[in-house]
């Protein structure tokens, strides 16, 4: 059973930076695609990035430029690196990962693990 657990949330400043890790404690990611996305309160969840198992990258728009997955299968850890915060990105981030994730879409079915999600709240 594979389980994943995000971390890495909180409060930041407009304009700030977080780094969310996802975690799967035991596991080896090498094999997997990993994506991350996002639901705010009253909204539908919505991807935000993804890297493949090669190590292709994927990001929807208002990510490009500001955000950036990474993968350490060493580490079983997949990361966001979340940069110029806005108002706008505050949301609970869910990262995700399946065999075949990512290849055909940040959004695309072939998540099949999912993590609780952690809270990330952009404030004045």
């Known amino acids: 059973q594979l389980h994943l657990v995000e971390s890495g949330g909180g409060l930041v400043q407009p304009g700030g930076s977080l780094r969310l890790p996802c975690a799967a404690p035991?596991?080896?990611?090498?094999?997997?695609?990993l994506g991350w996305f996002r639901q705010a309160p009253g909204k539908e969840r919505e991807g935000v990035s993804c890297?493949?198992?090669?190590?292709?990258?994927k990001y929807v728009d208002f990510a490009k430029g500001r955000f950036a997955i990474s993968r350490d299968s060493a580490k079983d850890k997949a990361y966001q690196q979340m940069n110029a915060l806005k108002p706008e990105d505050t949301a609970v981030y869910f990262c995700?990962?399946?065999?075949?994730?990512?290849?055909?879409?940040?959004?695309?079915?072939?998540?099949?693990?999912w993590g609780q999600g952690t809270q990330v709240t952009v404030v004045s």
């Open positions: 995700a990962a399946g065999l075949a994730a990512c290849e055909n879409g940040i959004s695309a079915p072939g998540y099949n693990h």
């Open positions: 890297i493949t198992s090669g190590g292709t990258t």
């Open positions: 035991g596991h080896g990611l090498d094999i997997l695609g």
